[in-house]
């Protein structure tokens, strides 16, 4: 079966889009030699600082690395314990897995798709090093829950703000709550910077020094005219020389590009706007559907800013008359829409039942995820592409 061809852009593909500004920005620092980290690295991260309202962001190379740094940075090891939700990228969970750590899940909560505070606190042990909530869809979790219960444990929480740049949690930025905040930039995100790209924020100058050492091999460099100048004479063999690398640890290699970093200074810029037209197609969505029996549409919590990364809907089989995987199959081979299915609980996948995870862990997860669906939201759907999506879910619904 083929997919009718439509004239919309009703694809998740390609969250963000580039004009003129990011072409010029891009021929500038290529005809520089287009470095890697430079000079419009380190503007992208301090805009991106201010605009998140944080002493510190570094540019990495994506948003898995932003939180694998993090984690890095909080010196996360086997034998530690992190927690996360099961309705994310597989990234948030990883980050931890693969530096040896304990991974569990908490559950989330039925109406926001976040991790559940009340779901929280009887997760943690002495050996929790860190809670990686996910703004998931673009929406903050209730951070003021999360971080008292973090605080009262002497636990870190790490923001995985990957859906969520620029979102807002009464009157705070996604990111700038968390010891780290983490970004993505990929190609579906709300800004992106060539297909990859990712940043760490935070308050705290040492975690800030960890994320910047072990970003680019624990590098230091030495010499008379640094700033990093503590070094003994006699562990400085510079004779006529004038510097000297020292590495004060293995580390990685997580840098951007300054390519990318320019195409990142004007997103940025471009940022409030872009979302402003997910926010507005999300209402438009939303006052297309209400009404319609079955479905479930998202509700932007008080206080927040919903930055619609994913517009999430719920259908139950009986009052929409479809199943999930009905709706998918018809939405796709008889209206030419892609929707998502962002995301089936992590516990299912083999990574995860290879640790010993098995379904009926987490039932509210488990049960969103029978109905759940998302749908394509970017900020170029004109009007008419927004009227044909509603269009076609108002007519498949069977009853
Ligand atoms: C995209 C994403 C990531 C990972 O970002 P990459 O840039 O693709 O590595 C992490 N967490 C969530 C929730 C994401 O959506």
Redesign the pocket.
Known sequence: MSTPKIKFDLQIKYGSEYGEEEEKAVLQVLRQGAPTSGEACIEFEREFAAYCGVAHARAVS??????FLSLVALNVKPGDRVLTTPL??I??AAAGATLGAEVDFVDVDPETFNLNPSELESKITPNTKAILP?H?YGQCCEMDAILAIAQRHGVAVVE?A??AVGADYHGRKAGSMGATG?F???E??NISTLG???MVTTNDPAIFERVALYRSHCTRVYGRSTKYCSLDEDRVPMGKRFWWQDFDDCGYNFRMTDVQGAVGIVQLRKLDQLNQRRIDNAAYITAGLEGVPGLTLPKVQPGCKHVF?LYPILIDPVAYGSSKEDFIHVMLYEKGIRVGT?YTPLHYMTAFRNRGFRKGQFPVAERLTERLVTLPINPRQPREALDYLVESIRSLRRG
């Open positions: 994506n948003g898995t690395a932003a939180l994310t990228w990234a948030t996910v998931l995985d990957c859906h983490c993505s930039f990929h579906q995100k990859e790209g990712g990364h962002h």
